[in-house]
């Protein structure tokens, strides 16, 4: 306890002076400034572990990854340098999760790489959780070289937990002046991550941290707020708080080509998986921007990779076991998970064949699985071990109970509910269904008519189990529990090991509805 409260006294006194530096640069910008301020925010957000360069659409050279980032990043910088421009690049949060770089190096990977890329900022993301809230403390915010920034993340004293913002004064020709730097999580994140991650922090309001933030910001400073909330909310945080002069994005993975103007706010998001580079130019003066250009550059194959992060991508390549790499099998067919596929009321093929391989292994009459649960699909041509970690890279285990149809229904319709592309749209196989007027109808389960009196066995992943997406029921009306210990990832690998070659048949044949 003692030592809580030096610390807070010391992050009072420290936050006082830079205040009442910043405070001291606004005066003497006020008497001295002529010209405005010229500045370029480089950023990115939810990359996902996508680190390397990858061969996409078709195999026409490698796309994406922070190797061809950071090139058009370092020819910027020295561009803006001569012209008396500043750059500022920052990363709207979800650094983790999506391939075997992060299930291998949970975050360590990703942390060095950004610091050698020179990062000003990071927003902590929901995924940033996914390892737990010790790996995120303890492993990655000592080893980052850059601050990681939340304003409503608290402790379960209510003292914070990262920095909620940070002040740097610029200087321009014979004047200064302070750019503030907010970070905002959504606070979605314990419903959406798995609850032992979380630990004992609290998720406040992002509204009202920032307007705790913006009580006590000059005038003449420029204010962005570095946000993992999503497209929609930072419109709504963009409405309401017009102080706030631009925001950069992350969570819905959004591609906002050029910037949006709300009233005074810029808002930019660029897409996710580090395929784009977003560019933002604005000059500046007198607290608002009095000009602005802005767009996503494609990271494609015209663009060359840095000699030095690619070579520290490629050390990081070494340590990873060469099983990584081995052709599981190939397919003859392309099997694709989009965000809005997966996370839909319609099936997704690749999704019902996980969920058929959970029900089997674990004898139960229907399976029923999170669309937010599945990354990315399969293309033609050979599936390794790393395809296998980027469609499913969250260490989840199969879970049976056994659950009364009338709670199915519920659990059906909640599914219903959840706005698209959410991440708690469900997946199933075993059950017949469609959606009506009023809702959903059952038609069967597990090949025999549906009986809401009846108690049917059902298997889902522990995130599921524990109230994930807010499928508390699970919790609240499952009984007869088993923890079969089987990983989800592990089934698939299993299954398409033993197949050899994906056909057109082999997915009508494991998509036909069970079985009696």
Request: aromatic share 8%.
């Amino acid at each position: 306890m003692f030592f809580n409260i030096i610390r807070v006294l010391f992050t009072a006194i420290l936050s006082l002076v830079l205040w009442a530096d910043c405070f001291v640069c606004v005066a003497s910008a006020a008497e001295k400034r002529s010209e405005p301020l010229r500045m370029t925010i480089l950023y990115m957000n939810d990359p996902h572990a996508h680190y390397a360069a990858e061969r996409i659409d078709g195999g026409q050279g490698l796309t994406g990854g922070f190797a061809k980032a950071q090139t058009l990043i370092g020819q910027i910088r020295t561009a803006n340098l001569k012209e008396g421009r500043h750059t500022l690049f920052l990363l709207g949060g979800d650094l983790l999760t999506g391939t075997a770089f992060s299930t291998v190096f949970k975050g360590a990977m990703g942390v060095e790489l950004l610091n050698n890329m020179e990062l000003t900022a990071m927003v902590v993301g929901n995924h940033e959780f996914d390892y737990g809230a010790e790996n995120l403390l303890k492993g990655m915010k000592p080893k980052a070289k850059f601050p990681l920034l939340s304003a409503n993340i608290k402790d379960e004293n209510g003292g914070a937990v990262f920095d909620s913002f940070i002040v740097k004064p610029l200087k321009q020709d014979n004047y200064s002046i302070p750019i503030v730097i907010m970070g905002l999580t959504t606070a979605d994140t314990p419903s959406i991550s798995t609850p032992k991650n979380i630990g004992a922090m609290r998720f406040s309001s992002p509204f009202r941290a920032a307007e705790e933030i913006l009580a006590d910001i000059s005038d003449d400073s420029l204010v962005i707020a570095l946000t993992h909330l999503g497209f929609s909310v930072d419109k709504e945080l963009a409405l309401g708080f017009p102080r706030i002069n631009v925001i950069i994005g992350g969570h819905s993975h959004t591609r906002v080509e050029k910037p949006l103007r709300l009233g005074e706010t810029l808002i930019c998001q660029a897409g996710a998986y580090s395929e784009l580079l977003g560019r933002l130019d604005i000059d500046f003066m007198h607290g608002k921007i009095i000009s602005y250009s802005g767009s996503l550059i494609r990271l494609g194959p015209d663009v060359d990779e840095d000699p030095a992060i690619a070579r520290l991508i490629e050390e990081y390549k070494t340590r990873m076991s060469p099983e990584f790499e081995r052709t599981l099998c190939v397919s003859d067919v392309t099997l694709e998970v989009s965000r809005s596929e997966v996370r839909s009321d319609a099936p997704n093929l690749l999704a019902r064949m996980i969920a058929r391989l959970m029900a089997e292994s674990a004898s139960a009459d229907l399976a029923l699985i999170n669309g937010g649960a599945i990354r990315s699909g399969f293309r033609k041509g050979s599936i390794t071990l790393n395809h296998i970690y980027a469609a499913l890279p969250f260490d989840d285990k199969v879970v049976k109970m056994s659950l009364k149809g009338t709670d199915i229904e519920s659990v059906l319709r909640k599914s219903l509910e959840a706005p698209m592309g959410s991440g708690g749209k469900l997946q199933s196989f075993g059950i017949d269904h469609k959606i009506t007027s009023g809702g959903i109808e059952i038609s069967s389960i597990n090949g025999s008519p549906f009986d809401s009196s009846r108690v049917y066995t059902l298997a889902i992943g522990e995130f599921l189990a524990s109230g994930g997406d807010g499928y508390s029921i699970f919790g609240d009306k499952g009984y007869n529990r088993i923890e079969t210990g089987i990983l989800i990832r592990d089934l698939l690998v299993n299954y398409l090991e033993g197949l050899k070659t994906i056909t057109e048949k082999n997915i009508e044949s494991l998509n036909v509805e069970p079985r009696n």
